[in-house]
């Protein structure tokens, strides 16, 4: 599926399955709220914290999933195309990181 499919997909589904956006605001807490259990198990998966029994059966997979629905609903809300946002963003780090990645000592 393509970036622009997934976007038209989220937005059917949002207006039948899920009635309706909730406002950007409440969405981009949901998504910070989203982004913290991505956080919460790469800490746990990679990091140094142990697992709780409450993280046992959270899925990295589909808390990423969760992050990117919630990023898709706000492209939606706010007119963005994220393929043309995302082809113009790696333009720009292309251009600017160019040298400096090639010269940076510790990536080496």
Do not use: P
């Amino acid at each position: 599926m393509t970036i622009k499919e997934a976007q038209e997909i989220v937005d059917q589904w949002i207006n039948t399955t899920g009635i309706r956006y909730y406002n950007e605001l409440t969405n981009t807490a949901v998504l910070m709220e989203e982004v913290g259990e991505v956080a919460r198990l790469m800490a746990r998966i990679y990091g140094e914290q142990s697992f709780k029994k409450s993280d046992e059966a959270h899925n990295l997979a589909d808390e990423m999933a969760d992050v990117l629905f919630v990023l898709i609903c706000l492209a939606n809300q706010t007119g963005i195309d994220l393929t043309e946002a995302l082809h113009k963003n790696l333009d720009k780090k292309t251009k600017r990181d160019k040298e400096r990645h090639a010269n940076n000592e510790k990536l080496k």
